[in-house]
């Protein structure tokens, strides 16, 4: 079982820049495929960002694409989420998920067997 602490939300104008991180308990952190998903108010959650086990394949919504990057340190059993020219519709409440699908790197939420709790971004215009 993997538990997941997401930090790093706040209030940003737009175009400014914010890092999430997600911090994994366990040992086994570098066994799952890591996601981030996104829930604006009165919207259903959705795919931002997933990362491969090592590290080296990563997947974007293509709303995102070109701003955001994901990576990941299994070393320390983290996984982070760097958003640059962030825009107002980007304000949504944050997770970070685990993945033990082994053949694909997934963006469906059936995908992912343990999520955090979440961390707020309001990106003000």
């Known amino acids: 079982q993997v538990q997941l602490v997401e930090s790093g939300g706040g209030l940003v104008q737009a175009g400014a820049s914010l890092r999430l991180s997600c911090a994994a308990s366990?040992?086994?952190?570098?066994?799952?495929?890591m996601g981030w998903f996104r829930q604006a108010p009165g919207k259903e959650r959705e795919f931002v960002a997933s990362i491969g086990r090592s590290g080296t394949v990563t997947r974007y919504a293509d709303s995102v694409k070109g701003r955001f990057t994901i990576s990941r340190d299994n070393a320390k059993s983290t996984v982070s989420l760097r958003m640059d020219s962030l825009q107002p519709e980007d304000t949504a409440v944050y997770s970070c998920?685990?993945?033990?699908?082994?053949?694909?790197?997934?963006?469906?939420?059936?995908?992912?067997?343990?999520w955090g709790q979440g961390t707020q971004v309001t990106v003000s215009s």
């Open positions: 998920a685990a993945s033990s699908v082994v053949s694909t790197i997934p963006f469906r939420i059936k995908d992912y067997n343990y």
């Open positions: 366990g040992r086994t952190f570098a066994t799952y495929v």
